[in-house]
């Protein structure tokens, strides 16, 4: 077993705000009626029907070992289709990581939940005009099936670049420097750190899964749920889900999980550490926390 784990949220843009109908195209403010003591503000405007959500990175040390999972919106990527994401310069993200103690060669794996652009933006940098690994020494763990889904994608014609031109800016150079690591689900990635399938919102979407003595579990869940109204309405999946379907189904799984085994819940959009859940009746509700569990 590994010792303990510690985790730490590198933000990249905080709040995101989206309209709640636009994430959620079968959301409604009525539905959320008796979350608003949880939601209300930090997570959900009630006036404006808007979601605020982070885009940020989650930096877990365990067993002597560096993981950031999830690289965000990144900076210079050319992004015409979001202002917001569009060629950003001077964002502080890695002057955020130095603040939690981690230069760009400390970090040993960089671990893709899966392959949309607010995901992997940082996984490289430009340098004199290139894209390279931004993490010179990481592993970039990358589902299998996430990238072959992908790959094929890219092969054929479309109107627009492949996620927003994230598949070429931020994928291919990483696996064209030999540093990408295709990992299967259930693949144990050191003691005591698990890939996690979580599919539906793309087809190989993947979460992590921590255990360590003395801890709760902790479940890196990616984009499985974006927003905690979710644990509420978990057959509410976004407009970006590939299979809506079956991603209500695979996070109504996690929050099943999670309530029956007491795990900490940490969603990459998630404004604040963690989340347990509690489980009334049919329904779910979520209790916010560290990443401790406290
Ligand atoms: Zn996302």
Redesign the pocket.
Known sequence: MPGPASVSRIIDLDPFVLPLAGLLPAASLDDLADARDLLAGTHLDYETATLNLAVQSHLLRIGGRTILIDTCIGEDKPRPRRADWHERRQTGYLARLAAAGCRPEDIDMVMCTHL?A??VGWNTRLDNGRWVPTFPKARYLIGHTELAFWTEAAARPAEHPLNHGSFADSVLPVIEAGAAEMVDDGAEVISGVTIAPLPGHTPGHIGLEVTSPGQPSLVFSG?AL?SPAQVFQPGWSSAFCADPVMAAETRRGLLERAAETDTVLIP??LRGEGMRISRMGSRFRPRFCGCDGR
């Open positions: 949309h607010d995901h984009d974006h990459a959009h």
